[in-house]
C-alpha cells in the first residue's frame, strides 16, 4: 500500500526525502473515485518520475452547486486499492479545514479562457480549480504534474496559469479514456441508471458527429450545431447545455473552421452533468 498522509507537513516531509535522495517526483490531482482514467495518469507519471504523489481531495471552492459537491462520490478504500496497483508512493488526502484553514483571500483567476465553454455555466468553477492547484503545486513541488484532456478547458486553464506564473513544473495532458461505446469515463458516471448510462453515450455520438461533418468539408460551425442540436431534441431525459467549436489555444468560439478546432459539450442526463470534447481533425485511434 502506497504511504497516507492527510496533512500538509507528513506529506511535505515525506516528498522532501524523496526530493533529498535525488529522485523526481510525478504528481497526479484528482478528486478520487478513481477509474480507469486517473490510472492512465498514474501509470504515467510511473513511468516519467522515481517518486509518484496522488491527491484526493474533493475541492469545495470549484463546486458551483452544492447537491454537487454533497452527492460526489468518496470511496477512499477502493482508491487505496487502485493506487497501490500502479504503484502510487503516497496518497494526499487532506481534509478541506486542512488546505483551507482561515478564509481564503488569494485566488489564481485566469478569465480570457474561461468565458467560454464551462466557464459560461460554472461561475468560479476555473478559479476554484487553478487556485487548489496552485496551492498543492507550492505543498508537493513536483517536477512534473498529470491531468486528462478530457477536462480540456481545465488542461488549457492550468497550463496558462504555469506559464504565466512562471512556476516550475511541466504540466503533462493525457489522452481521454473511453468505454467500448465511446463515453468518457468520469467518477460523475456513477450517478447514472442503467437507461441513463445508454442515453450518456449521446455526448460522444454528437462530437463524432460534428467531426465527420468537418471531415466531410462542412465548414460552418453555426450550421454543425443546428444539426447537433436537433439530433439531441429528440431524446427526451437528456438536455443539452453546450455544443461549441473552439480555436484548441484561445478556447474561442470559431465559426469558419479551416485550423484544427476543439469540438466540445455539455450534457445533461437527468441531474448529472457530463462534459466531453473531440479535436478535429481527429485521430481515429484515440477517439
Ligand atoms: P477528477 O478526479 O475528475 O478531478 O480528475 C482528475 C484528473 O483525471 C483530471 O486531470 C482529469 O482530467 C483526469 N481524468 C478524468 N477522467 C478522465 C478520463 N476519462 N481520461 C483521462 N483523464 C481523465
Known sequence: MPDLA?????????????????????????MGALHAGHLKLMQEARRENDFVVV?????PL?????????????????????????????????????????????FVDVPDLTTHLCGAFRPG?????????????????PDR?????????????????????????AIVGIPTVREQDGLALSSRNKHLNAEQRQLATLLPQML????????????????????????LRKHAGVRLEYFEIVDPGTLKPVEHV???VLIAGAMWVGSTRLIDNMTWPGDQERN
Open 6 to 30: 492527510s496533512s500538509i507537513p507528513a506529506l511535505v516531509e515525506i516528498v522532501k526525502n524523496a526530493r533529498n535522495s535525488g529522485r523526481s517526483i510525478g504528481f497526479v490531482p484528482t
Open 55 to 59: 491527491s484526493i481531495f474533493v475541492n
Open 62 to 106: 470549484q463546486f458551483d452547486r452544492k447537491d454537487d459537491l454533497d452527492r460526489y462520490p468518496r470511496t477512499l478504500a477502493a482508491d487505496m486499492d487502485v493506487c497501490s496497483t500502479v504503484p502510487v508512493d503516497v496518497v494526499f488526502t487532506p481534509s478541506p479545514a486542512e488546505l483551507y484553514p482561515q478564509e481564503q483571500l488569494a
Open 125 to 141: 468553477h476555473f478559479r476554484g480549480v487553478a487556485t487548489v492547484v496552485a496551492k498543492l503545486f507550492n505543498i508537493v513541488r
Open 145 to 169: 504534474a498529470y491531468f486528462g484532456e478530457k477536462d480540456a478547458q481545465q488542461l488549457a486553464v492550468i497550463r496558462r496559469m504555469v506559464d504565466d506564473l512562471n512556476m516550475p513544473v
Open 208 to 231: 463524432k458527429e460534428a467531426r465527420s461533418r468537418l471531415d466531410e468539408g462542412q465548414r460552418s460551425a453555426s450550421a454543425i450545431r443546428e444539426a447537433i442540436e436537433s439530433m
Open 258 to 260: 479551416e485550423d484544427p
